[in-house]
Each structure stands twice: as C-alpha cells, then as structure tokens.
C-alpha cells in the first residue's frame, strides 16, 4: 500500500460553526404567530375616563398631613392664653388671700394639672383627630367620615350644593392647607367644612363642583 493512500484516508476534521457576534432581535407582535398571542392580545389597553379628575375616584383619602402642625399650633396658642390665665388666677390668690392655707394649695394643684393635662390634650389630640377623619369623592358627591368619640358620616350630594368655598388661616397659609367649605340647600347642616386638604387640591375639588353645577343646572 502506498503511503500516500493511508494519509487520503484519515477522516478530516469538520470546521467550527461560526458563533454570531450580535444578538437575536427580540420577537416582536407581528413576527410571532397569532395562536402564540393568545387571548391577552385582544384585550384593550385600559383607558382613564375623560373628562374626570383623579381625585373622583370613590375611594377614602386622609386629610393632608401637614394639617396635624396648624392645629397643633393653634391649639398651643390657646393653651398659652388658659395657662397665663390661670397662673395670674393662682398668683392673686396667694396675694390677697389673709393666709395660706391648705384649701389654697389644693386649688393651686387643680390649677396646674389643668395646665398640664389642657397642655397634653393640644399635642396629642391633632393626631388623633387626623387618623380619625376621611372623605372621598364620587361623581354623585361627597362624603365625610369624621369625629374620634362620637363618628359620623356626612353625604353631600353634587345637585344640593349651591356654592363652595376655599379658606385659608394664617397658621393653613403658613402650612400650605386649606378649609373646603360647602354650602347646601336646606336649614340642616347648611354648610359643611373639610378642614386640612391641600390648598391646591382644595381649589380643584372647589372648580370641579363649580362644573358640575352648571351640568346640573343645564338638565
């Protein structure tokens, strides 16, 4: 045999498939099939109702946060004013009185556990009054869930509502809230008050009830 014919028989090795440098494009909807869509591919995007603002959407909503501060302030001033009272009350006692006597300091003591129970009451109640009030706005009205003891729940229907009104205290301008005030038809609750809404989002709930009266008044 000839050598030459033994190295013609050896098998060859296959070349290396050549590996791609990019990457596959990603299937798009109109390259995969439609039996692979499967149902999800009709459903329709949903789409925000138009014409409607966010905020009517009928569900419970805190009053702004910021809230709990102005009352806390305000409260606080009120507090100061009973707390100087009191202590002047407490002072001409000692003063005038012909001599101190036990009376005297229990009356003292009460005096100063107002103060500091009146003081107590101003920090804490805010926060508490906040956690225990909501409303929520639909396309038929408002409702009002408030009150920490004694809870109720306030509806006011768009087609009662003669005028709103958005006021503003100097402690709310200071924090950036707002009073929402609804005026009604009718001796009863004539007019009802959503105290610590934002400002901004008071004046859009206000022009929105606004609009939705002249609908009203339009039918």
Not at 119 to 148: A, C, M, N
Not at 151 to 174: E, F, K, N, W, Y
Request: aromatic share 8%; with cysteine.
């Amino acid at each position: 045999m000839n050598p030459s014919d033994e190295t013609q028989a050896e098998p060859t090795e296959a070349a290396p498939l050549p590996v791609p440098t990019q990457p596959l494009p990603a299937p798009t909807p109109e390259s995969t099939p439609a039996s692979l869509l499967g149902s999800a591919s009709q459903l329709p995007a949903p789409q925000a109702t138009p014409g409607v603002p966010g905020f009517v959407d009928g569900q419970l909503h805190p009053l702004d946060p910021r809230n709990i501060a102005a009352e806390r302030i305000s409260m606080l001033i009120l507090w100061a004013i009973f707390a100087i009272a009191v202590l002047i009350g407490i002072a001409y006692l000692f003063f005038t009185a012909p001599k101190v006597d036990a009376f005297l300091w229990i009356l003292s003591g009460i005096g100063l556990a107002l103060i500091i129970g009146a003081g107590l009451f101003s920090l804490l109640w805010p926060k508490v009054e906040y956690k225990r009030t909501r409303f929520k706005i639909d396309p038929l009205g408002i409702e009002i869930h408030q009150g920490v003891l004694w809870r109720s729940q306030t509806c006011v229907p768009i087609g009662r509502v003669q005028h709103a009104d958005v006021g503003q205290g100097p402690l709310q301008r200071m924090f950036g809230v707002s009073t929402l005030t609804l005026h009604t038809a009718g001796t009863s609750n004539a007019s009802i008050a959503i105290e610590g809404l934002d400002h901004a989002f008071a004046v859009s709930v206000r022009d929105w009830i606004v609009h939705q009266r002249k609908n009203y008044d339009a039918v």
